[in-house]
């Protein structure tokens, strides 16, 4: 019987890890993946795919992967296997983000800088939906999301057999501004556009929820296990 290739689920204690886990395993089942959530950095290391999920406070989250000990396992698949990021997971993929950490004078938050960028609160302070009503931080709920080169045919592999302009969902008050706008895979407009989808090398990330959005995030999981960047 043919051994089962590992994707590596990281706990670091942030994460939303029950909802992405089952995602991935339902997605995985007879694919010859085997979905482990893990706080061992070796098995990061060892894995052939992972996954860095994230939510809450992008200060809790950068403090509890150093401190934690997975932070060089996440540096180390980022540079040698395909590797991606959900929701405050990609946020910390950037270079730095404008949301504070306690006492800190306002300074913001270091990120991986595994892709150049900031990342940025919502300013929507008076401005008016379509449907009449104020825009409310944080975003919470359904959005549609358009595939950077789908216009052209040469829109990421991972978005493969979703449609563009598919809804995810987003629960989030921060987003992310890549310095290179060719990182951009995917965007989103909530007052304004922004990046919704980053994609660099083996990096993919979504500032949206794949594990919370239907069957075409089941679908980005899915191509997610069979990409080969």
């Not at 939303?16 to 085997?34: C, I, K, P, T, Y």
Request: aromatic share 10%; with cysteine; proline share 5%.
């Amino acid at each position: 019987m043919a051994k089962l290739k590992k994707i590596a689920v990281v706990d670091y204690g942030m994460g939303n890890l029950r909802s992405v886990s089952q995602a991935v395993q339902h997605v995985a089942l007879g694919s010859g993946f085997e979905v482990v959530v893990t706080s061992r950095a070796e098995d990061v290391m060892a894995a052939e795919r992972v996954v860095l999920p994230g939510q809450g406070a992008i200060a809790d989250c950068v403090r509890e992967l150093a401190e934690s000990g997975m932070q060089e396992a996440v540096l180390h698949a980022a540079a040698h296997k395909p590797l991606f990021g959900v929701c405050v997971g990609m946020q910390m993929l950037l270079t730095h983000s404008d949301e504070g950490q306690p006492g800190d004078g306002g300074a913001g938050t270091a990120g991986l800088n595994l892709i150049p960028g900031e990342v940025h609160k919502f300013d929507l302070a008076g401005q008016i939906q379509p449907d009449g009503s104020r825009y409310k931080v944080p975003q919470m709920g359904w959005n549609q999301v358009y595939q950077a080169g789908a216009d052209s045919g040469k829109n990421h592999p991972v978005w493969a057999g979703v449609p563009d302009g598919a809804y995810f969902y987003f629960v989030h008050s921060f987003y992310a501004c890549p310095s290179d706008a060719r990182h951009t895979a995917g965007f989103a407009d909530y007052g304004a556009r922004f990046t919704a989808a980053l994609a660099r090398d083996n990096i993919f990330a979504t500032q949206f929820h794949p594990e919370k959005s239907a069957d075409h995030g089941l679908a980005l999981y899915r191509n997610f296990l069979h990409w080969n960047p």
